[in-house]
């Protein structure tokens, strides 16, 4: 049996987009393509208070709790805007940001790591590889995807009795968010 009840799923922060004129920068204002806009940096900053308002004591939303573990989606080549996402979070807390598995593997060593967690779980993923937890969390109930234009929404999976409830929960930290 799972220890953690709560697994709270979030995608990576806004990206830089070329055709739009949007620059990625790194947490000093410098331009870095592989790591998030301004904006993103903005939601980094802003999660951290809807995960952990009053420096960890709750959410505003009943769904929402402080993680005692964050794990983001570290791939080879690619960006590391799941790890930039939630670095504020992280150091707010003052927990280690668990960066062993990444968004195009399997699934089963990212869960039996997520699992064994004593308390809510935050994960960071990219939006393509979110819909496999999902469903290997809530089996068919939990095949959907991953809106694509969307950043601001949290996937919270919560164990009903021996299965996982997925409830979808809107960020509303930025001006714009849905």
């Known amino acids: 049996m799972p220890a953690t009840r709560r697994v709270m799923l979030i995608r990576h922060a806004e990206e830089p987009d070329k055709d739009a004129g949007i620059q990625g920068v790194d947490e000093r204002g410098h331009p870095d393509q592989d790591a998030l806009s301004v904006r993103g940096w903005q939601r980094a900053g802003a999660l951290a208070r809807l995960f952990a308002p009053h420096g960890g004591n709750g959410s505003h939303h009943k769904l929402l709790a402080p993680p005692v573990a964050i794990f983001a989606a570290t791939d080879p080549w690619k960006s590391h805007r799941p790890l930039c996402t939630v670095q504020p979070l992280a150091r707010l807390l003052g927990i280690h940001v668990d960066t062993r598995f990444g968004s ?24 393509q590889a979110m819909a496999d937890i999902a469903q290997a969390l ?36 930025l001006e714009g968010d849905g």
């Open 138 to 173: 809530c089996g068919t109930r939990g095949a959907r995807r991953w809106p694509e234009g969307r950043y601001d929404l949290v996937w919270v999976f919560e164990r009903v009795g021996e299965s996982w409830q997925l409830t979808e929960v809107p960020q509303r930290v």
């Open 104 to 127: 195009e593997g399997g699934v089963t060593e990212l869960l039996t790591a997520v699992l064994s967690c004593r308390g809510p779980v935050l994960l960071c993923w990219r939006h």
